[in-house]
């Protein structure tokens, strides 16, 4: 039995190694964040948050499997938790038992694993009644496959026939063993038989004419003799029992899957009642094959900001249909680096197959996910910021594909405005030449104003919003760069300078353009 509860034909791979920038995109989009909410608390379901989330589904119909699968659980949330408690009822119960895979002898091994499969049988019988109760409310394909198969393997012939071979495996009347001699009269090809049936009624079984057969009788003190009848035994039951173990391995493989596979939808349930109280608008995404140019999204919010939060954040429009760039320019703590972490989280919980943080949302699918963001000086001062930011790119457009998308934020500032934005200006073409789509945050106006009076690729160009006052709405509106991000307001609302105050006047804007 399989559960395919996130792939429709295969298993998903729990031991697989973390991708090269698996730990880079969880730091710069706050993903650790959405994975606790996930978690609620449970270290399991963290884990299991961890492991396939940042994934990253490239097939689309992959994604809409699951997407269809999330739907029935949020349709049907009590019927799925329902099944997951099932399977951690069966985790539990093999963890009481003792492991037959700690021990070397035959009878010890069989003994082990009969009672590991007794005390699941428990288990099944209550996974069949709850399929047979709920599974007809499930519309997905994934989960009334899985109900389907639940039917046809627990069968009601099944509880009745594995029953009957446990209870025979007691072998209360003894072991039947057939033999033949081999070289030397050494015995060989010991096979294990079917107990004779008995005759139902008493007295016929008193005098039913016996079949001839020899006896050996074992002393009692014949130690030499006991240890040799226990190894006729154990060659005799040895098949049996690596069966029966191996029947008990797959049933409890069935349910830590089972059990895995659900728990990525309930941390899916945790996140989404999370944000619905909060006030967040989630949508079920409209995926787009990775060829086509589909990015439009309204209401669209950082997912790691609401969570901090007690409200819902600000949300951004855009339709960037058609478009191979989108640049973001504007006022300093105007809310650029919060909307492009919201893009990238979007695009992570998209391709997860999990429902987005926005009123509606449509993109393509990419074929990599990659950021770009300035980090801290380096503390071992083993190179300048500039050399590491160019050490990051290098390592990216190694791993670069075609209909890739890559977050870059504030990238080169750690270099003056004229290298900055002629490093900015080639790595981008080159970058779009080889259809990657990029989303671009860059106080660098050389850079912006370039791609947008020059630019022969299809682009957006966003600006943060700033009123006449200098209030932030944390709002971007499609606007041409400008040359400066108004770093005044910052310096009045920080220092407090007062108008008049010639002498305490404050830097350019111009001066004060890198101010975050």
């Given amino acids: 039995m399989k559960a395919h509860l996130l792939y429709d034909a295969r298993d998903f791979d729990w031991s ?53 699968v999330l739907q029935d659980c949020i349709d049907h949330e009590s019927a799925v938790r329902q099944l997951y408690v099932i399977a951690v009822q069966a985790v539990e119960a093999e963890r009481k038992s003792f492991y037959w895979g700690l021990t070397a002898s035959a009878s010890s091994v069989l003994h082990s694993a009969r009672d590991l499969v007794q005390a699941f049988i428990p288990v099944l019988r209550k996974l069949r009644d709850t399929v047979d109760q709920q599974g007809s409310v499930f519309r997905s394909a994934g989960l009334q496959r899985f109900c389907a198969m639940i039917r046809e393997a627990l069968s009601d012939d099944y509880f009745a ?30 096979v294990l038989r079917k107990p004779h049936e008995r005759e139902p009624n008493l007295l016929r079984r008193l005098f039913a004419k016996r079949s001839p057969s020899r006896t050996f009788r074992i002393a009692d003190r014949d130690e030499s003799g006991a240890r040799a009848l226990s190894e006729l035994e154990a060659r005799g039951i040895d098949h049996v029992a690596n069966a029966l173990a191996q029947s008990g391995d797959h049933i409890k493989s ?21 944000l619905i109280a909060r006030g967040v608008p989630l949508c079920m995404p409209v995926c787009r094959l990775s060829a086509e140019r589909q990015h439009r999204f309204e209401a669209l ?51 997860a197959g999990m429902p987005v943080g926005a009123a509606s949302f449509d993109a393509n699918i990419a ?106 709405t944390f709002r971007l509106i499609e606007a041409r760069p400008l040359q400066t991000s108004f770093g005044e307001d910052v310096y009045r609302r920080i220092f407090g300078a007062h108008e008049g105050d010639a002498d305490e006047a404050p830097p350019s804007a111009e001066a004060l353009s890198g101010v975050k």
Wanted: a neutral charge.
């Fill in 254 to 274: 069935f349910f830590s899957m089972l059990r895995a596979e659900l728990g990525f939808y309930l941390g899916c349930l945790n996140l989404r009642a999370d």
């Fill in 301 to 351: 919010h950082d997912v790691s900001l609401a969570l901090r939060m007690n409200r819902a954040p600000v949300g951004n429009d855009a339709d960037a249909n058609g478009k191979d760039l989108i640049v973001v320019t504007g006022a300093n703590q105007g809310g650029k680096s919060t909307f492009l972490r919201s893009i990238g989280m979007a695009q992570v919980m998209m391709q």
């Fill in 16 to 68: 697989r190694d973390a991708r090269w920038n698996e730990q880079t995109l969880n730091q710069d989009l706050e993903l650790d964040i959405v994975y606790r909410a996930m978690a609620a608390g449970d270290n399991f379901l963290y884990d299991i948050a961890r492991k396939v989330v940042p994934e990253s589904l490239t097939e689309l119909d992959t994604i809409l499997y699951r997407q269809a």
């Fill in 161 to 190: 026939a594995i029953t009957v071979c446990l209870k025979e495996l007691k072998f209360r009347h003894g072991v039947l063993i057939s033999a033949q001699l081999g070289r030397g009269n050494k015995g060989t090809r010991y």
């Fill in 367 to 472: 074929s990599g996910i990659f950021t770009h963001y300035k980090r801290e000086e380096d503390p071992s001062m083993r190179g300048g910021k500039f050399d590491e930011e160019l050490r990051r790119m290098s390592e990216i457009v190694d791993h670069l594909q075609e209909n890739a998308l890559l977050l870059s934020n504030e990238s080169f500032a750690s270099t003056n405005e004229r290298e900055g934005s002629a490093i900015g200006r080639q790595i981008v073409d080159a970058l779009l030449e080889k259809r990657v789509k990029i989303c671009l945050v860059t106080h660098l106006f050389t850079l912006a104003s370039g791609l947008h009076e020059n630019g022969t690729f299809p682009s957006l160009f966003l600006r943060a919003q700033r009123l006449e006052g200098g209030e932030r």
